[in-house]
């Protein structure tokens, strides 16, 4: 158990709608990363939020949007799904921001889009 | 951060030694060296990380050449619960944004009972 929770385990929702994916880091912990899994592009880093803040983007979709509240937990949103919006989404945290600081994954939701 | 090259699977028995390669031959001075492995549909499991100096930690070694184009992640005494898609990731140490993990494919560690 790394810690980091996420909510729900499982989504299930149609095309054109629009979910939201819940994530609490370890305790302590200021940054929280979120990462798209899918069958046919791996692992990918869609964004990070340190301290409330966006710290930095990496591949993700302008339908997608985050946010980390004073608490640090941080919501993924995700809007128009599409087909191709199913995957494994995984929450991580890390006590700071920087690049050397050990990321703890969460159990990750899995958004099924039909 | 630099281009990582694994191989695309690898077996080995119960009991033995699982010595996973991994070859980063543009890293740089200040790029550190980290391995996470990934249970079925799991969320990943960090493992350990080096920047020049040998590591051992609880889970497992890991081996970087003197040169530092390439490592060598080393499990003991593997498990069937070892088996699991390992990454080998560079990060660099310091003076770049704090972006997130670059994921490969991994080597595909299957240990056979």
């Known amino acids: 158990d790394s810690g980091v929770t996420q909510t729900p385990k499982h989504l299930i929702t149609a095309t054109g709608q629009r979910v939201t994916l819940r994530c609490s880091p370890r305790s302590g912990d200021l940054s929280v990363y979120w990462y798209q899994q899918s069958l046919d592009q791996g692992l990918q880093f869609l964004i990070q939020?340190?301290?409330?803040?966006?710290?930095a983007k990496g591949n993700i979709l302008e339908r997608f949007s985050a946010q980390q509240f004073p608490d640090l937990h941080s919501e993924l949103n995700l809007s128009s799904l599409e087909l191709g919006d199913s995957a494994l989404y995984f929450c991580?945290?890390?006590?700071?921001?920087?690049?050397?600081?050990?990321?703890?994954f969460g159990p990750g939701t899995r958004l099924t889009v039909l | 951060d630099a281009k990582t090259t694994q191989p695309p699977s690898m077996d080995c028995a119960e009991g033995r030694a699982a010595n996973l390669p991994c070859n980063h031959s543009?890293?740089?001075?200040?790029?550190?060296v980290y391995w996470y492995r990934q249970i079925h549909s799991q969320g990943p499991q960090y493992i350990i990380h080096g920047l020049k100096n040998n590591e051992t930690n609880e889970m497992a070694s890991l081996i970087i050449t003197e040169d530092r184009k390439s490592s060598t992640l080393i499990l003991p005494h593997a498990t069937l619960r070892d088996t699991a898609v390992y990454y080998c990731?560079?990060?660099?140490?310091?003076?770049?944004?704090?972006?997130?993990?670059?994921f490969g494919k991994g080597t595909h560690l299957i240990i056979q009972p």
């Open positions: 991580a945290s890390s006590p700071l921001a920087g690049p050397t600081d050990t990321q703890y």
């Open positions: 939020y340190y301290n409330g803040e966006e710290r």
């Open positions: 543009t890293i740089s001075g200040n790029e550190y």
């Open positions: 990731i560079v990060r660099v140490a310091a003076g770049g944004g704090a972006d997130g993990l670059t």
